[in-house]
């Protein structure tokens, strides 16, 4: 079965960098949630969308946004990158519409910022 | 969403079942209890979820107690890919992209 879809995988920048993460979603999932994992930490929400429409948002910097798009792929751009960015970012996707918002998440993109 | 309370961290044999239990005396009566389990830094797991029923998939098994203030996720044959951190989590059915609160979990640590 096709997974949630991540990119990349592993991503290094200097601090004061931009960065951005790509999340597919399952086919036919119309939201998408994104989280962060900093080290020894539990996953923590930071922004979710439901048909294209920003639906809940977590503890996000204000110099990360995101959006979701017309194929309901979802970027998450990062600004300004400091140290305490460097985290795992998993994305998850779920298929709301159809009556469960059963998560699943993606395998992870790892930051490190220099 | 409901507050959810898990031990810390269980051992168990390889080859038994894994019980690991959950407390959530404040669920509301539409709210679902979901599992999920985190293999270390992979993205966390969808495992099992039910409401009132006991529930079971190929991965596990769930029961809810009658009260539904309680629940545990039985792993049936433990082996050490099992390994994990699992979380309990409570939520209405549908919340229309509200996020999923993770923490703190219960750490399994299978053993040879």
């Known amino acids: 079965a096709a997974g949630v879809i991540q990119s990349p995988r592993h991503l290094i920048k200097e601090k004061r960098e931009t960065a951005t993460l790509k999340c597919y979603p399952i086919?036919?999932?119309?939201?998408v949630y994104w989280y962060q994992q900093g080290p020894g930490q539990d996953p923590q929400f930071l922004i979710s969308?439901?048909?294209?429409?920003?639906?809940d948002k977590g503890s996000i910097p204000d110099r990360f946004s995101a959006q979701q798009f017309s194929d309901y792929h979802s970027e998450l751009n990062m600004s300004s990158l400091e140290l305490g960015d460097s985290a795992l970012y998993f994305c998850?996707?779920?298929?709301?519409?159809?009556?469960?918002?059963?998560?699943?998440f993606g395998p992870g993109t790892r930051l490190t910022v220099l | 969403d409901a507050k959810t309370t898990q031990p810390p961290s269980m051992d168990c044999a390889e080859g038994r079942a894994a019980n690991l239990p959950c407390n959530h005396s404040?669920?509301?009566?539409?709210?679902?209890v979901y599992w999920y389990r985190q293999i270390h830094s992979q993205g966390p797991q969808y495992i099992i979820h039910?409401?009132?029923n006991n529930e079971t998939n190929e991965m596990a098994s769930l029961i809810i107690t009658e009260d539904r203030k309680s629940s545990t996720l039985i792993l049936p044959h433990a082996t050490l890919r099992d390994t994990a951190v699992y979380y309990c989590?409570?939520?209405?059915?549908?919340?229309?992209?509200?996020?999923?609160?993770f923490g703190p979990g219960t750490r399994l640590s299978v053993l040879p």
């Open positions: 998850a996707s779920s298929r709301t519409s159809s009556g469960t918002d059963t998560q699943y």
């Open positions: 404040t669920i509301s009566g539409n709210e679902y």
């Open positions: 039910g409401l009132k």
């Open positions: 086919p036919r999932h119309d939201t």
């Open positions: 989590i409570v939520r209405p059915p549908i919340n229309y992209g509200q996020n999923f609160v």
């Open positions: 969308f439901y048909e294209k429409m920003q639906s």
